[in-house]
């Protein structure tokens, strides 16, 4: 069971990024929707649970271990290393990180072994 946050949570992939999540069982412990202070308060409906949104801080990935981000790549430049740092692994779904030689650039369909050399960000 993992703790599980997802950055950019009330937009259009940060959805879709939820409705994955439940459509696989993926094995939640916690979910932690983040997004811009404008979407505080909204919930959302994970399970058939309310999930109230929190704003995006560099303080929002304590305990998180699983941080997936759809925000942006200047929020995932921002924000990333502060999840890295708090002990969570960043999958970034922006470009931030896409051509960074530090970062491994994982499609699973092609190259999932990528994801060994990982050092807490993971583009897609």
């Known amino acids: 069971m993992f703790n599980v946050a997802v950055v950019g949570a009330t937009g259009a992939v940060g959805g879709t990024m939820l409705r994955v999540l439940e459509e696989r069982g ?24 309310p999930r109230r949104v929190r704003t995006l801080t560099p303080e929002s990935f304590e305990g998180i271990q699983i941080a997936l981000f759809s925000a942006g790549a200047s929020r995932a430049r921002e924000f990333a290393p502060a999840a890295v740092e708090a002990g969570a692994v960043v999958i970034d779904n922006s470009s931030a990180y896409r051509m960074d030689p ?22 897609n």
């Open 26 to 49: 993926f094995p939640v412990t916690e979910l932690r929707p983040l997004a811009s202070a404008r979407s505080e308060g909204v919930e959302l409906d994970y399970l058939g649970q």
């Open 102 to 123: 530090r970062v491994p650039l994982v499609v699973p369909e092609v190259n999932e072994e990528a994801i060994e050399g990982h050092a807490g960000i993971i583009a």
